[in-house]
C-alpha cells in the first residue's frame, strides 16, 4: 500500500497529541478522570482503589507513549546499530512507581490524586506484578532493560507473553502449594497490543530438496502446522530521559487462514484442536528454575520466539536497503542463556534458504551478530534436547545443527588432528540413546563472544566446562561481565527514605544515575549523627516488614531484634536446609540457658521465603521442615523474642521491595562455585544490609568492593568441592558432631512426625551430601556466632552498614551495561531530543 501522508494543514493537531503532555495538576486530574469514567465505564460513586489505579496507570500509560513513539521515530531517522536482548524470561514486578519515578512526576501526581481524595501508596499497591520468570536470570533482564533505557541505547528487550507467569505460592498445613498466576484477569495498562505486527510461524512438516538447473542444491521446508505469534509491546522508560524503550513480546494465536482442506474432509475435530493449541504454546511460564526439562512444548516456545523476533529485526533491518553484509553492524543480538539459542539455525536458515546466500557467507553474518550469556555451571541446569524430538519439530534446523556440527568439528580436526576423544567432548550432538543437542555448545560456536556473570564463574566456565572450547578458540571467545542491578528500583524506589537521606547528604540525587557517587557516603562513616539517622532508617524499614508479616502470618516479630534474611529460589545447592539445621542448632543452644543467659543473647528473627519448582521433592520438604521448625519455636515460651522463624509465602519482585530494605543480616550461603553471581546478594548491601556467605559468585566482588571486614564469609573454597565430593564417594562422611545433635532432634520427632524429613536428612546421611553442608556447618555456626558479637556493638554495626552501601557502585547495572556495550555489542547511545523536529 503507498503510504498515507496527512494533509499539511492538520498537521498542527498531530503535532499537539504527539507531544507529552505538561505535568500539571490539572492536566494529570484531567485525563485521571477521563480514563476513569471513559475507559472504565466508572462514575463519582462507583469507585475503588483498584479503579483509581486503572486510571492512575491509563493516565501514565499515555505519556509513556508520547515518548515510546518519539523515541522509536528518532531511532528510525538515526539507524544506529541495535541490540536485542533475546530472554525468555522477564520478571518486571511492579511498572506505577518505577513510571512515577522514572519520568520525574511522583511527587505531582501524588498531590493531584491527593486532591481527588486517593492515596497513591494505596494505588501502587493494588498493581499485581508482572511475573515472567522465574527468579535472578528473569530479574536480571528487568534490570539491565531499566539501565539500557536510562543509558540512552538503541535497544530492545524480546521474550514471551505468557498468560500465566510464574505460579502462586501458599502454604497450607506448612507445605506449598501452587496456585495459577493469570495475571491478565484485569487487563494489563503496561502493554500495547499489535494486532498488526504479527508473524508465522511453522512447525513440523518436511524438507523438499530441489536442485536448481546449474546443479546447485537447495532445501525448502514446508507443510507442517502454522501458528501466528503476535506483538505485544511493554514500554520502559528510561530515568530522567527521552528514551523510552519496548520490550516486545510475542504471544501465540492460530494462524488466521483457518485449515479448510482439513476441516473439509470431515476432519473438523482435528482442525479445531490445532487452532486451540496454538495458543497454548504461550500459555504458561515453565516454573524451573537451575533445572531443564526436555518438553516438547518449552522446545515450541523457544522456536515461536526466536522465529518471530529474528523476522522483526529482519524486517526492520530491510527497510533501509543495506547489504546482507551490514546487517552484523547493524544488529547485535544477546542470548539470555541458551533458551534461545535455536535464534542461530534460524538466522543460518532464513540467510541460506530464504536469502539465498551461501553456507559461509550467512555463518559469517551469523556468528558476528550473535552473543551468549551463561547464568549456570549446575550439569542439570545446562540444555540438552533429543535429536529426534527436533528433528520431528524443526527438521530443516536439525540438518541445519548437523552441517554446524560437521562444519565445526573438521575444523577442530584439523587444530588437533587424530584427537578423537577431543572430538567427542566437543560435538554438538552428544551421542547416546537418543542422541542430544548441546544447546551451550551451539552458543558457543554461533557466537563471536560468552560471559559468564561473575569473575568467578566465567573462570569456571573456562576452567572448567567449557575448557576445550577455550583452548580451541585460544581464550578469545570468552569473557566475563559481572551482574548488576538497577538502583532506581533497588535503592531509589524501595527505600525511599535511605534515598532521600543520601541526597540530603550528598547534596545532590545525582547519584541515581552515577552510583559512582556513593564513595562519597564514606566520608559521613564516622559521624554519631549520620550513623543514628542510618540505623533509625534501618529500624523504620524492619517496623514495616514486621507489619507486613503480621498481616500475612498473624506472627508478633519485634523490630529489636536482628533481622536475617534469606530469600530466593529454594534450591538444594543454595542450602536454605543449612540455614534451618542451624537455627535448630540455635534454638537447642538457648534451651539449655537460664533466663539470665538468655537475656545476654541478640535476640533474632529468621526470614525465609521463595518458591521450589512444583516437581522439585527434596525443595519442597525444605519448605516444610522451615515451617514445621517455625511452629514449634514461635510457639515455646522459654524462646519469646529470642528467637522468631518465620516463612513468607509467595516470593516474588513487590515482596523484595518490602523485605531487603529491612535485613541486617542476608543469607548467600550456596556451595562454593555452584551460584553463578547471585543479584540479591548486591541489593541487600545495596540497601545497607551484611552478607553472611560463602566464597561463591558474586559475593567474592563485593566482599572486594566493600572490604572484608564488613562481610562474614566462611566455608570452603570453590577449589576444594571437588577433592571432598571424591572423598564423600569413598568413604564414610564426617558428620559435624553439632550436627550431628540437630538430626537427632528431628529425628526424635522435635519438630513433627520425623517419617516426613527422613528424605531430606538421608541427603546428608546417605546420598553423599553433594552440596557439602556437613563440611560446611561449622564454619557456618562460628560466621553466625560472629555476627552476633559485631551487632552488639550498635556504632561498629552502623559503620559496616555504612560502608556496605558506599561499596556498592561497581554493582550498578549501568556498569554491566556499558561494559556490554563497549566490550560485546559494540554500540552507542542514541539520545532522543524533547520533541521531534
Ligand atoms: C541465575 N539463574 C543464577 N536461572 O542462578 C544466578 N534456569 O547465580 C545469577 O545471578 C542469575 O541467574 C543472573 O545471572 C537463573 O535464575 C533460571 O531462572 C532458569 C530459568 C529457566 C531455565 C534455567
Not at 200 to 224: A, H, L, M, P
Not at 378 to 398: K, S, T
Amino acid at each position: 500500500q503507498p503510504r498515507w501522508l496527512p494533509p499539511p494543514e492538520t498537521l498542527h493537531l498531530w503535532k499537539e497529541f504527539e507531544t507529552p503532555e505538561p505535568a500539571e495538576i490539572a492536566a494529570i486530574q484531567k485525563s485521571f478522570l477521563r480514563h476513569v469514567t471513559k475507559t472504565f465505564a466508572r462514575t463519582a460513586f462507583n469507585m475503588d482503589n483498584f479503579a483509581s489505579y486503572q486510571g492512575t496507570a491509563y493516565s501514565l500509560r499515555d505519556r509513556l507513549i508520547d515518548k515510546w513513539n518519539i523515541t522509536q521515530q528518532h531511532h528510525t531517522r538515526e539507524d544506529p546499530k541495535r541490540v536485542y536482548y533475546l530472554s525468555l524470561e522477564f520478571l518486571l514486578g511492579r511498572s506505577l512507581d518505577s513510571c512515577l519515578l522514572s519520568l520525574g512526576v511522583k511527587d505531582i501526581y501524588k498531590k493531584a490524586l491527593d486532591e481527588l481524595g486517593f492515596r497513591l501508596e494505596d494505588l501502587i499497591g493494588e498493581e499485581v506484578d508482572a511475573a515472567l520468570g522465574n527468579g535472578g536470570l528473569g530479574r536480571l533482564a528487568a534490570c539491565y532493560m531499566d539501565s539500557l533505557a536510562t543509558l540512552d541505547y538503541p535497544a530492545w528487550g524480546y521474550g514471551i507473553r505468557y498468560n500465566y507467569g510464574i505460579f502462586k505460592q501458599l502454604i497450607v498445613d506448612g507445605y506449598q502449594t501452587e496456585f495459577p498466576d493469570y495475571w491478565l484477569n484485569f487487563g494489563n495498562p503496561w502493554e500495547i497490543e499489535r494486532l498488526d505486527v504479527s508473524y508465522e510461524v511453522r512447525f513440523r512438516g518436511y524438507v523438499n530438496k530441489v536442485t536448481e538447473e546449474d546443479g546447485t542444491i537447495s532445501y525448502v521446508w514446508e507443510g507442517g502446522e502454522k501458528v501466528v505469534a503476535v506483538a505485544y509491546d511493554v514500554p520502559i522508560p528510561g530515568y530522567g530521559t527521552m528514551n523510552t524503550i519496548n520490550i516486545r513480546l510475542w504471544s501465540a494465536k492460530p494462524a488466521r487462514e483457518f485449515d479448510f482442506a482439513m476441516f473439509n474432509d470431515g476432519n473438523y475435530d482435528k482442525a479445531v484442536e490445532e487452532q486451540k493449541s496454538a495458543e497454548n504454546i504461550t500459555s504458561v511460564l515453565y516454573p524451573n528454575d537451575n533445572h531443564m526439562v526436555g518438553k516438547i512444548l518449552r522446545l515450541k516456545q523457544q522456536y515461536l520466539f526466536v522465529c518471530a523476533t529474528l523476522q522483526d529485526a529482519i524486517r526492520r533491518f530491510k527497510k533501509t536497503n543495506r547489504p546482507w553484509s551490514d546487517f552484523p553492524y547493524q544488529v547485535s543480538i544477546q542470548l539470555n542463556d541458551t533458551h534461545p539459542t535455536l535464534g542461530i539455525p534460524e538466522l543460518q536458515r532464513i540467510l541460506i534458504d530464504e536469502e539465498g546466500l551461501s553456507w559461509d557467507d550467512a555463518w559469517d553474518i551469523v556468528t558476528k551478530t550473535f552473543s551468549f550469556t551463561n547464568h549456570t555451571v549446575l550439569p542439570e541446569a545446562l540444555e540438552r534436547w533429543a535429536v529426534p524430538l527436533v528433528q520431528d519439530l524443526l527438521p530443516r534446523h536439525m540438518m541445519i545443527i548437523f552441517d554446524i556440527n560437521l562444519f565445526f568439528l573438521q575444523k577442530v580436526e584439523k587444530k588437533f588432528p587424530g584427537d578423537r576423544d577431543r572430538l567427542r567432548r566437543m560435538s554438538i550432538i552428544e551421542e547416546g540413546h537418543p542422541q542430544n543437542v548441546r544447546m551451550a555448545f551451539l552458543a558457543i560456536v554461533g557466537s563471536h563472544t560468552v560471559n559468564g556473570v561473575a569473575e568467578l564463574h566465567s573462570n569456571l566456565i573456562k576452567n572448567v566446562i567449557f575448557t576445550d572450547f577455550v583452548e580451541y578458540y585460544e581464550g578469545n571467545k570468552f569473557t566475563n561481565v559481572t551482574n548488576g542491578i538497577t538502583p532506581r528500583r533497588w535503592l531509589h524506589q524501595c527505600n525511599p527514605a535511605l534515598s532521600d537521606f543520601i541526597t540530603q547528604k550528598l547534596g545532590s540525587d545525582s547519584w541515581v544515575k552515577d552510583l559512582e557517587q556513593l564513595k562519597k557516603l564514606k566520608e559521613f562513616v564516622d559521624d554519631p549523627a549520620v550513623q543514628k539517622q542510618w540505623m533509625a532508617i534501618k529500624r523504620q524499614n524492619k517496623v514495616r516488614l514486621a507489619d507486613y508479616i503480621h498481616s500475612i502470618t498473624s506472627i508478633q516479630v519485634s523490630p529489636d531484634s536482628l533481622f536475617d534474611i534469606q530469600v530466593k529460589r529454594i534450591h538444594e545447592y543454595k542450602r536454605q536446609f543449612m540455614n534451618i539445621l542451624g537455627v535448630i542448632h540455635r534454638y537447642l543452644r538457648l534451651k539449655k540457658m537460664t533466663p539470665e543467659q538468655k537475656a545476654k543473647e541478640v535476640p533474632r528473627l529468621v526470614v525465609f521465603a521463595g518458591k521450589s519448582a512444583p516437581g522439585y521433592f527434596i525443595a519442597k520438604l525444605v519448605i516444610k521442615l522451615i515451617n514445621s521448625v517455625g511452629e514449634v519455636i514461635n510457639n515455646d515460651p522459654e524462646i519469646g523474642d529470642v528467637l522468631k522463624v518465620v516463612f513468607i509465602p509467595n516470593y516474588n519482585v513487590s515482596l523484595a521491595e518490602i523485605i531487603i530494605p529491612a535485613s541486617d543480616i542476608s543469607q548467600h550461603i550456596s556451595t562454593a562455585g555452584t551460584e553463578a553471581s547471585g543479584t540479591s546478594n548486591m541489593k541487600f548491601v545495596l540497601n545497607g544490609g551484611i552478607i553472611l556467605g560463602t566464597v561463591d559468585g558474586a559475593n567474592i566482588e563485593i566482599g572486594e568492593e566493600i572490604g572484608e571486614d564488613n562481610i562474614f564469609f566462611f566455608g570452603v573454597k570453590a577449589d576444594e568441592v571437588e577433592d571432598i565430593r571424591h572423598l564423600n564417594r569413598y568413604r564414610k562422611i564426617e558428620m559435624d558432631p553439632d550436627l550431628r545433635n540437630v538430626l537427632d532432634a528431628i529425628e526424635k520427632g522435635t519438630f513433627g512426625d520425623p517419617k516426613i524429613f527422613e528424605p531430606l536428612v538421608a541427603t546428608l546421611t546417605v546420598g553423599g551430601d553433594y552440596y557439602l553442608i556437613s563440611k560446611d556447618f561449622a564454619s557456618y555456626i562460628e560466621a553466625q556466632a560472629d555476627a552476633d558479637e559485631a551487632y552488639k556493638d550498635k556504632v561498629g554495626w552502623a559503620k559496616k552498614s555504612i560502608l556496605c552501601t558506599a561499596g556498592m557502585s561497581k554493582f550498578s547495572s549501568d556498569r554491566s551495561i556499558n561494559e556490554y556495550a563497549e566490550k560485546i555489542w559494540k554500540i552507542k547511545p542514541c539520545s532522543v531530543p524533547a520533541t521531534l523536529p
